[in-house]
């Protein structure tokens, strides 16, 4: 297997280039209608960005125990080439959207994702307000080590995934071509997604390419201005608050559901799913018997 670079590691130069650009412009050049900066909610997601690497040094454990194995059990491999590793990239993001999308959709898989939803800011750093409960991810990308891609080539690719994603985490840059808008996944396209107004909600899940959200249906383009953050915000920024804020709220359902169908739905069905409750029937009066007389 060859040795693939670590692109998360070298990119952080221009991490913290491009974040001290944008704060820089940000002060120089104000928007009053953008979300811009806040000391407090920048620290909690560079804290949060911070926790991730270490968590994820954990989680990768057992989770490249499990690739490593049904990569030894499949007879197909995928040799690592300049064009097989362009298909590894497409594959990966193809899977990638599935995954942000059942992050959004299933609660106990939001409540790991709706950490990099929680802040009410949009700029650079909210890219790195990562989850550290990243475990619920790596079965979505099982097929593609079955089919034979090195568990190393698919971190490069999955890596590549992430750094794409981090410049589009900012109001700094408007709408660019039509002919990139359509393809590719843009800071435009990535503000709808960090919205939530009800018609931006749970929409733009692509990675590097949007072309999947145009073929799926869960696309929309950037209409209005979005307003950032969660349908209901923590505000906290206590990093181990917003790590695990949704999973409490999961176990305070559980604790007063009444039936095992009603536990399996605060855990599998959406994050804002809630029993149905019978409606007691209205109180009625007494009829009056039609030969009885009235009372004076």
């Given at each position: 297997m060859p040795n693939l670079p670590d692109v998360v590691l070298w990119s952080i130069p221009a991490f913290v280039l491009l974040t001290v650009v944008e704060m820089v412009s940000v002060r120089l050049h104000p928007d009053e209608d953008a979300a811009g900066y806040e000391a407090k909610d920048a620290a909690t997601s560079v804290g949060m960005g911070l926790g991730s690497l270490f968590f994820d040094f954990l989680w990768k454990i057992p989770i490249v125990a499990v690739y490593t194995a049904v990569y030894e059990l499949t007879p197909l491999r995928v040799p690592v080439l300049w064009w097989t590793v362009s298909l590894m990239l497409l594959a990966q993001d193809f899977l990638y959207y599935w995954s942000h999308r059942g992050h959004h959709v299933i609660r106990i898989l939001w409540?790991?994702?709706?950490?990099?939803?929680?802040?009410?800011?949009?700029?650079?750093?909210?890219?790195?307000?990562?989850?550290?409960?990243?475990?619920?991810?790596?079965?979505?990308?099982?097929?593609?080590?079955?089919?034979?891609?090195?568990?190393?080539?698919?971190?490069?690719?999955?890596?590549?995934n992430l750094v794409y994603q981090f410049w589009i985490h900012t109001e700094r840059i408007g709408k660019l071509h039509r002919a990139f808008e359509f393809v590719f996944n843009t800071p435009s396209h990535h503000r709808v997604h960090h919205a939530s107004q009800g018609s931006y909600l749970d929409r733009n899940f692509g990675g590097i390419l949007i072309v999947w959200d145009r073929l799926f249906g869960s696309f929309v383009a950037e209409t209005e201005r979005p307003v950032y953050g969660l349908t209901k915000n923590i505000d906290t920024y206590n990093p181990l608050k917003v790590a695990t804020h949704e999973y409490v709220a999961i176990a305070k359902d559980l604790r007063a559901a009444g039936t095992w169908c009603e536990r399996v739905g605060h855990v599998f069905r959406g994050p804002g799913w809630q029993p149905e409750r019978p409606v007691p029937p209205e109180r009625s009066e007494r009829p009056v018997p039609p030969d009885a007389e009235p009372v004076v």
């Open positions: 409540a790991c994702h709706v950490v990099h939803h929680s802040s009410r800011r949009f700029n650079l750093t909210t890219a790195l307000r990562q989850p550290w409960t990243s475990w619920t991810v790596w079965p979505f990308y099982v097929p593609l080590v079955a089919l034979g891609v090195h568990p190393a080539a698919l971190a490069f690719c999955s890596s590549a």
